[in-house]
């Protein structure tokens, strides 16, 4: 396992039953990663007037009440799940989005429930997970469980997603680190396709095999060099032609974590999040890692 961090693991709380599971699986990641937990909730009564915001039905002493029985409550599940953690709360002014967003900017990680209180019965990922994915500052982990209950979450390999770009080395870096410390396999995967070959490794008439086995040739060419700073990590390499979505999503139905960039190679020029990270948010069974770096 890595040196421990100094920047904490941060986890959103609204008192929905998404965001206890999130707690618990946040309180598992920051006693992997050796570093501190602080649970925030974003009190949008308490921030300056916002056009077009109801106040809050119950009076202020209420719903501050309410807000601090959340945090203790959070906490209290916190230490159950990793009682060597320091844990501390925050409530703080400002929407759940925005409050989440200006805290990445000193998390090592941000952690969401896939859908919040007050979420659409059928709807796939909430408007705070999905708007925090796309402007965190840094990584963030949307925690979906499989058929609501994260314990099934909680075996299986740890999946990676590469794609050739200049961002699969910090992939595989979190991806590794991962696998190290849940004991996990690690399932690495990459999905081609004939637009996202590199045009100066094609020739005409390259048939599919060839290309298949050239993309191969790459991935262990990228994994080479990381058995040695993981020697109990159990690697297996998965290539195939295809949708990288799709390939992702069913290698999730097995997996206790998948990690993925925010944009993938060939991304649109100011596109805050890809196809492939939104289609895991909505439809993955198990907690989506997504890491963006400062250049994302």
């Known amino acids: 396992m890595n040196e421990a961090q100094t920047e904490p693991v941060v986890v959103g709380i609204d008192g929905s039953g998404t965001a206890r599971r999130a707690v618990r699986w946040a309180a598992g990641e920051a006693a992997r990663r050796r570093t501190g937990l602080r649970i925030v909730y974003g009190d949008v009564f308490a921030a300056p007037a916002i056009p077009g915001l109801r106040k809050a039905q119950a009076p202020p002493e209420v719903v501050r009440a309410d807000v601090e029985k959340s945090l203790a409550e959070a906490a209290e599940a916190a230490r159950r799940e990793s009682p060597e953690i320091a844990v501390e709360t925050a409530s703080l002014p400002g929407t759940p989005t925005s409050v989440l967003i200006e805290q990445s900017r000193r998390a090592g990680l941000v952690v969401v429930g896939d859908r919040g209180l007050g979420g659409f019965t059928g709807l796939l990922a909430g408007s705070v997970a999905v708007s925090v994915a796309a402007h965190a500052h840094g990584s963030i982990a949307v925690v979906r469980a499989r058929n609501g209950h994260e314990q099934d979450s909680a075996h299986g390999p740890v999946v990676v997603g590469l794609d050739g770009s200049k961002q699969d080395e910090r992939l595989l870096a979190h991806g590794f680190d ?8 690690l399932h690495v995967v990459h999905a081609w396709n004939l637009v996202g070959v590199d045009v100066r490794r094609m020739r005409v008439g390259l048939a599919a095999d060839e ?11 990228l994994l080479g060099g990381w058995g040695e700073r993981y020697p109990d990590v159990e690697v297996h390499q998965h290539v ?22 925010a944009r993938g190679r060939g991304g649109f020029t100011g596109m805050l999040l890809g196809s492939t990270s939104q289609a895991l948010i909505h439809h993955a ?3 989506i890692l997504i890491v963006r770096s400062a250049n994302d």
């Open 178 to 185: 991962a696998a190290a410390g849940y004991e996990a396999p």
């Open 211 to 221: 290309i298949q086995a050239g993309e191969q040739r790459l991935l262990s060419e």
């Open 240 to 261: 195939t032609r295809g949708s990288a979505a799709a390939e992702l999503l069913r290698h999730a139905e097995q997996a206790r974590l998948v990690v993925v960039g």
């Open 285 to 287: 069974p198990c907690p």
